[in-house]
Structures are given as C-alpha cells and as structure tokens.
C-alpha cells in the first residue's frame, strides 16, 4: 500500500526507484527519530505518548494518520495537554479550552501554519533560520501539502498582508449587508435544486445524500462567484476537492516531500509531478471559470457584480478583465474548500432530525409559522434552526482541528504546570474533542439537543466550530446561511427518511460520516 502511494505521487518511476525511495525514507525516518530519542524530554511537565521501542508515535502516525494520532493525545493525562515525537518533530495537543483559545490567540509572530523558523539541517550542526519551501525543512503540517497544491494562499500568508485579506473575506461573506444581496441566488438555487430532487415523482431515494448537499453548494458556488450554477458541478471539481483533502490528511505526502527536498529530488516549493497534475486541473477548471464569468459580465452589464470580481475589485481590481492574485486565490481554494462544510452540515442536519421526531416537529412548525422567507426572517426570526444548526456544528465539526507551528519560545501561561513552547513544534487544536468532552458539556455531551443553544452562544463552553482567536473563519455567515435556506426549502417540499447505514462519523482531515448514505424523499400534498 506505502508502495502504491509513493508510485502514485512520484508517477512514472520504475518500481525500482520507488523501493529504494521507501527504503530511504524509513532509514531517514529511523534516523530523525534515534537523534530525538537519545535527546532530553522536549516539554518536562507533560505526558508524552510512548508508542513504540525506538521508534515512538511514528508507526502510530503513519498508520493511523494525524486526525487519530491527536485523539489519542486528547485521552492522555489530566491536564489538557500531551504530546508525541515524531522522528524530529513534537506534535502538542492543547485540548484545554483554555489554553486553546490562548494558542489560538498568539499574533502570527509567535504561531503561525507555517512550518518551522528554526532547524537543524540533517548533514550539518549549524542551526539556520528557514521558512516554508526550505530544502532542508522536514516538515509536518497538511497546510504545507495544501499550499504546494493550491499555491498560496491566506491559510499562509501572516501579517498586515493576512489582515488586509482577512478584511476583504469578511465584508464579502461574513457581512449581512454583503449577504443580504446573495440571498435571492442562494433561494433561487436552493429551489431549483431541491425541485430536481424528485424531479416530476412523487418520490425518490438518494444514493448518497452528502454527494446531493455538496452539489447543492457547488452549484451555489458557481451561480454566486461566476454567474453560471454549473460553473463548479462539472465531477472533475469534487474529484480532484477529494483528492487535495485525502493529500492533506495523509501524512505521507509531508513525509515524502521532506524527504525528496533533504536529497535534491525536487526543487523547494515545487510541486512533484503528481502534484503539478493536480494544480493543472485547478488551473485549466479556473480558466474555464473566468471564461464563464467574462461571458455573464459582457451578458449582463447593468447587473450588480458577481462575487469573485467583488473581491477582485475590493483587492483592487478593476470591474472587468483580469481578477486579482486574492480573487483567484479564492478561486483555487473554492475548488476544494466550499463543498463539504455546507454538504457536511446539511447531511448531518437530516441524520439528526431522522433520530429525533420531537425536533423535526418543532423545526417544522417554526418553519410553518414564518411563510414566506427573507433575508432577515432566516438569519434573526428562526432561533429553533439556527440552534439546530449550531448543535450540529458542535456534534460534527466539519473542521475537527487545527494546528499552529510555534515560531518564537513562548510560555503557556494558562496551563497550570510550566510549559514552553519551543520553535517548531506543531500545536494540534482538537475542536471535536472540545466539543463533546463530558468535562465541558456535561453527561449528554454525546446527545444531539438544539435546546444548548437556544439562547445563543454559551460563552462558558467551548465551541469553536468556525475557530477562534487571530485566524478564525472569515466565511461561515454566507456558509450558514446557504445550509438553513436549503434545509427550509426541503423540508417545505419533502418528508424524508435517512437510511441507518453509515450514519456515524468518521474522523478524517474533515469529519465526515462512515460512507454513503441513503435518503429516501416524498412530496408532500
Ligand atoms: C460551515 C462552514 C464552515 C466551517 C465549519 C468553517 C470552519 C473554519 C475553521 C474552523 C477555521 C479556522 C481554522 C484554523 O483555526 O486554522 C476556518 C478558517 C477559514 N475559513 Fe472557514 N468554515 C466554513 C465556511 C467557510 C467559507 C464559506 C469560506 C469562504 C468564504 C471559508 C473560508 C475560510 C478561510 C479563508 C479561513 C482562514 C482564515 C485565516 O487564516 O485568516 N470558510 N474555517
């Protein structure tokens, strides 16, 4: 299996080549973690994950990957915080909401998504400053397979640079004046859509419901940014978002990249050939979507911008021709971030409501009592679905963690026990874990009850589903409000009824559930 993947990315090498690549990555891995084991603990005060003789969390880590390797963390000590070596890396888990929200808290001068400032190169005792790219970084972080996939883009950037783009984001979809004018499309789409469901039956059963939300939310996409709804359905788009996301939940393509960069195989910040594929396709689906942007503009002249030439222009950007480097940043990361947060929510939505009449019943009569729907009747007069949504959002974090990389030594002040955080170390945030502990959310922390957040946010409990502190999402509004106009639209038009199967979460780079799941739909009279 290790073999087929390496043969997968570095592509038309002889089987050969890619056994001695292997070989060499285990030594090199054999190797980083020896020096890392006859050194001292790298945080004294802390549990420390044992795993295996000689070559502690790695066999964990590759097996299991990140995302399982954290929750293991989660359940070591009592203090909310553990870590793991990892050849030369320690990877930190802060489960602590507390020192959490302190993490998430420190400027990007001190923890940024970056791989690390400072490194001991592998043939030299020099120790040198590098940053993202570096041939002799060995590095960790799914953001770095991201970036070399998508290019960059603010999931990286840091600084004034990153505020300034932050601000652009906000005021295009985090804003109700913003979203106030998408309202009408993602109505229209969300009808059209929903109406296609049964089509002129009066019933019918879905193979798989996420795959239906996630076209839903492409289909918004390209209606909302290029003015065309089939701007992002074509099946390449949710091929190729599936494989930026099994990439960067891998860590294998890190490992492999790190290691190709430590022997000269690949140029710093170049993607290897597979991955040059794959941003070739993002590239060639981007110039197929500016085409149909051009077309609607040159169509519609008098009509009010579509969403990626408002970022352009507030960028900078001119009102026609070429988009800016943020626009088509977005653009490129639209292709795999867009789909599954607002699919994600929908299918967990109708998993729930299956199990639970009482809830239906009421979001029901809610939705009864509003008639008509307008931007403001659904994001202020539905306090029932925006509870439900926001349980949802608890229970199954689309996002169930993050990471920060520690640039600059710095004390935890909130853990009890002293801790410093040195450079490089990679800081692992378990939202799920946060979410559903007992210790935060009391004996039905499992239990899915909208009645938590009846009444707003409860600032005394963690929820982060949308992140927290400097780098929090700068989307989630327009997010939100796609998934509860869709949920109104079909639960107006259908009764429904979840298949059982699959319906439990599988924790991967993004929570989804364990496999297809079937949904059956009938028109209501
Ligand atoms: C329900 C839907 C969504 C969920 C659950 C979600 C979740 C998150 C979370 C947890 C983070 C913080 C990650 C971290 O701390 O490292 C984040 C950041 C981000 N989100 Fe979202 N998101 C959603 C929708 C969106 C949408 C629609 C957009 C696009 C407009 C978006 C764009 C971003 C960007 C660009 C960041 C990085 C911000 C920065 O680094 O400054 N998200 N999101």
Request: charged share 25%; with cysteine; proline share 6%.
């Amino acid at each position: 299996m290790i073999a087929e993947f390496f043969q997968e990315c570095v592509m038309d090498s002889a089987p050969s080549v890619v056994a001695t690549a292997v070989l060499g990555l285990f030594m090199y891995l054999g190797f980083l973690t020896l020096t890392s084991a006859v050194s001292e603990a790298a945080l004294p005060n802390v549990p420390k994950l044992k795993g295996y003789p000689v070559l502690g969390a790695i066999p964990i880590y590759f097996r299991d990957g990140m995302a399982l390797l954290l929750e293991t963390l989660t359940t070591l000590g009592e203090d909310g915080i553990a870590y793991a070596q990892v050849g030369n890396k320690t990877l930190v888990s802060v489960h602590d909401p507390v020192m959490a929200k302190e993490v998430l808290a420190f400027t990007d001068k001190i923890a940024s998504r970056q791989e690390p400032c400072s490194y001991e190169p592998l043939f030299s005792t020099k120790l040198t400053r590098c940053r993202l790219g570096d041939p002799r970084v060995f590095s960790w972080s799914p953001f770095w397979t991201l970036t070399r996939l998508l290019d960059r883009n603010l999931f990286d950037d840091v600084g004034h640079e990153a505020m300034r783009q932050r601000g652009v984001y906000i005021r295009e979809f985090n804003n109700p004046t913003s979203n106030v004018g998408k309202f009408e499309g993602v109505l229209r789409v969300a009808t059209e859509h929903v109406k296609a469901i049964v089509g002129d039956a009066d019933a019918a059963r879905i193979g798989d419901i996420r795959h239906a939300a996630d076209n839903f939310a492409a289909t918004l996409w390209g209606d909302t940014l290029y003015g065309r709804s089939d701007a992002l359905t074509d099946d390449r788009v949710m091929r190729v978002a599936d494989e930026i996301l099994r990439r960067a939940g891998s860590p294998w393509p890190s490992a492999l990249y790190s290691f190709m960069l430590t022997f000269g195989l690949v140029e710093a910040g170049k993607p290897i050939p597979s991955e040059a594929r794959i941003r070739a396709e993002i590239e060639d689906l981007y110039k197929k979507n500016v085409q149909h942007l051009e077309n609607y503009e040159r169509s519609n002249p008098d009509s009010p911008v579509k969403t990626i030439r408002s970022l352009s222009v507030a960028d900078g950007g001119k009102r026609t021709g070429p988009l800016t480097i943020l626009a088509t940043q977005f653009a490129r990361i639209n292709v795999f971030g867009g789909h599954h947060s607002i699919g994600s929510n929908i299918t967990w939505t109708l998993i729930e409501l299956q199990k639970r009449p009482d809830v239906l019943a009421k979001l029901l009569a809610e939705i009864e009592s509003i008639g008509e729907i307008d931007f403001t009747t659904v994001t202020t007069k539905m306090p029932y679905l925006n509870a439900i949504v926001m349980e949802i959002n608890r229970l199954y974090p689309t996002v169930p963690a993050t990471l920060r990389v520690i640039e600059r030594e710095t004390r935890l002040v909130s853990c009890k026990k002293p801790v410093v955080l040195k450079p490089g170390m990679l800081i692992y945030l378990s939202y799920l874990h946060m979410h559903t502990s007992p210790k935060y959310w009391g004996p039905t922390a499992g239990e899915f009850d909208p009645n938590r957040f009846l009444n707003g946010v409860d600032k005394s409990k963690p929820f982060m589903a949308f992140g927290s502190g400097t780098r929090d999402c700068v989307g989630y509004k327009f997010a939100l409000l796609a998934v509860k106009v869709y949920l109104i639209t079909l639960l107006q038009t259908y009764r429904f009824k979840v298949e059982e199967d699959n319906c439990t979460p599988k924790l991967n780079t993004l929570l989804e559930t364990s496999g297809p799941v079937k949904v059956e739909f009938f028109r209501k009279t």
